[in-house]
């Protein structure tokens, strides 16, 4: 969600282009009444809030899941009853994680060669 970027709050005069999503993605989840869902977003996103669910918020690493690329991103577990979400990141790290990484998936150039890619 732009609106809880870190970005969003050094340009607070200018509107976010698309606002804070996760009142939308509420009103979804309380309609299709799943066993259970999944919300990705940024870190400082707080959890979703919905009626008759138990959300368990988790900060996980992209490198943790495979990505090249290190950045934190919350993901919302929510479930009727209360289960948890359970998973082994270390099976999916990445053994070749470089601290720097441009948005189009490129090491930041002067990255340390330990942090290049191919």
Known sequence: CQEFSILRSVNRNKPAKWGNLIPEFERVV?????????????????????PGYKVDGTLLDNRWLGHVQSRLHRFSFGTKDGTKLAYDISLFENPEWAGRVCAAGSVKPGAPKDQQTS
């Open 30 to 50: 309380i309609e299709a009444k799943p066993e259970w869902f999944l919300m990705e977003n940024i870190k400082r996103a707080p959890l979703p809030s919905v």
